[in-house]
């Protein structure tokens, strides 16, 4: 069935490094609707990212993922972590043929000083 | 302006008792409607969605149910609270099919 994947359940990062939260994805449809949420502590989930266009980088507040079919993911990445980037992010998987989000398990993003 | 509006805001209750929580949506005509629980420090858990009034369908069961009385409102309920339940319940709305979900403010609920 359909299903996506998220490996680090935790990342941890000091703060002006590098972001990449890995996200794969399978289905057998060939058009799928990729999203990254981000959900900061006591609040509820809310988009960062969609894209359904295969090689198109799209970005939002410093954030941005590329659709990748070939390989089945939807990596998101920051050049540069800020403090204020500490929060819970899902990657889901949407299908034109479906009206549920498929959700990976969730990326807690930890960013020190 | 879509707007969705949850209530209530928190709520403790005992062991075995009954539940109802609510869920509506302005502004949208005919959304998709989806219940979600999380656990404290948990990830989200799909647990109903409705296209249309009066059709739920269920992804999880967890001892609860769900009812979509008008157009734009879902109710989440359960005759007999567990602990388990305890947690964060989350309604979204899309407008369709492959369309991202705009979550609600959410509910927090203790079991005791």
């Known amino acids: 069935g359909d299903s996506v994947t998220q490996t680090e359940g935790l990342v941890t990062l000091t703060e002006g490094l590098p972001v990449m939260l890995n996200c794969t994805y399978q289905t057998i449809y060939s058009n799928p609707f990729l999203f990254w949420y981000v959900q900061h502590l006591n609040e509820s989930p809310r988009l960062l990212l969609k894209?359904?266009?295969d090689n198109k980088r799209t970005e939002h507040q410093g954030f941005h993922a590329t659709l990748h079919k070939s390989s089945s993911s939807f990596h998101l990445q920051k050049s540069s972590a800020q403090l204020s980037d500490s929060a819970l992010y899902y990657c889901a998987l949407s299908m034109d043929s479906n009206y549920q989000l498929i959700w990976g398990s969730g990326t807690k993003l930890i960013i020190k000083p | 302006a879509q707007t969705i509006h949850q209530w209530p805001v928190a709520e403790i209750k005992a062991v075995g008792s009954p539940l109802s929580l609510g869920c509506t949506i302005k502004?949208?005509?005919?959304?998709?409607l989806y219940w979600y629980w999380q656990a404290t420090g948990g990830t989200l858990q799909q647990l109903f969605y409705?296209?249309?009034?009066?059709?739920v369908e269920s992804v999880v069961q967890l001892n609860l149910s769900a009812s979509r009385p008008k157009d734009d409102q879902f109710i989440l309920s359960t005759e007999k609270l567990l602990l388990s339940h305890s947690g964060f319940y989350l309604c979204a709305w899309s407008l369709g099919w492959g369309e991202e979900q705009y979550f609600g403010p959410g509910t927090r609920l203790t079991v005791l």
């Open positions: 409705s296209i249309t009034v009066g059709q």
């Open positions: 502004g949208k005509s005919s959304p998709n």
């Open positions: 894209s359904f266009t």
